[in-house]
């Protein structure tokens, strides 16, 4: 059974204090591991998909890297509008449509 | 474009009524998917259609729910009798897998409480 597991399950920062969110996956023939943000009330928002290891890849604060066996989501001096919670998704064998999802890392970052 | 539409955006009823969830995903997307959110157990997929056609819905939790796919710009999910371990928010999402790319793209999602 695929497995997805985030680290830490929240991570409080002070405004300007890089970081960065953990997520291991056990999924069988990974066809892309997805990263989404959730702000409270709404639905998860797409961030980025890395597809092999050694994939990189960036958007204004934020960098995403994977391995064979995990993945990075780097924050690079955060602001308070970066606050929301972080998922992460594996989707694995033949179904690319089967996303399994961590429980997700409640990033609270302090002005 | 409006991206993924759910309605209602809250429901609240009576265990044993009848609930019924809509959305209408990106158009020109081929794939939709309906996902349950708790606190409990996150994120999880209760099934998903390619072009109107259910492929898996293994994760569908008892026979009391139930999803259609009439057309490619509407799906239910329907969950009758509803019961109070029912409340959590509901996700539809969609998708358009071509050219390696797979991102799904989620809507507000429907809250729903079961008193």
């Known amino acids: 059974e695929d497995q997805v597991t985030q680290s830490p399950e929240a991570l409080r920062l002070q405004e300007g204090e890089s970081s960065s969110l953990n997520c291991s996956y056990t999924v069988s023939g990974l066809r892309g591991l997805f990263w989404y943000r959730q702000d409270p009330g709404k639905g998860p928002e797409f961030l980025f998909t890395l597809y092999s290891a050694g994939e990189e890849k960036e958007k204004e604060r934020l960098k995403a890297t994977l391995t064979k066996k995990e993945s990075f989501l780097h924050i690079t001096a955060p602001k308070p509008e970066d606050s929301a919670t972080y998922l992460c998704?594996?989707?694995?064998?033949?179904?690319?449509?089967?996303?399994?999802f961590g429980q997700g890392t409640i990033l609270t970052v302090h002005p | 474009d409006a991206g993924v539409i759910q309605s209602p955006r809250h429901e609240v009823t009576e265990m044993g009524q009848e609930v019924t969830l809509r959305c209408k995903p990106i158009?020109?997307?081929?794939?939709l998917f309906w996902y349950r959110q708790t606190m409990m157990r996150g994120l999880e997929l209760l099934i998903y259609?390619?072009?109107?056609?259910?492929?898996?819905d293994s994760g569908m939790p008892e026979d009391r729910f139930s999803a259609k796919m009439p057309n490619a710009s509407f799906s239910t999910l329907k969950i009758q009798p509803s019961e109070p371990r029912d409340s959590a928010v509901y996700f539809c999402a969609s998708s358009l897998m071509r050219g390696g790319s797979y991102e799904q793209y989620f809507g507000p999602g429907t809250r729903l409480t079961v008193t």
């Open positions: 158009s020109g997307h081929d794939y």
């Open positions: 259609f390619n072009n109107n056609v259910p492929i898996d």
């Open positions: 998704a594996g989707a694995g064998g033949t179904s690319y449509g089967k996303l399994t």
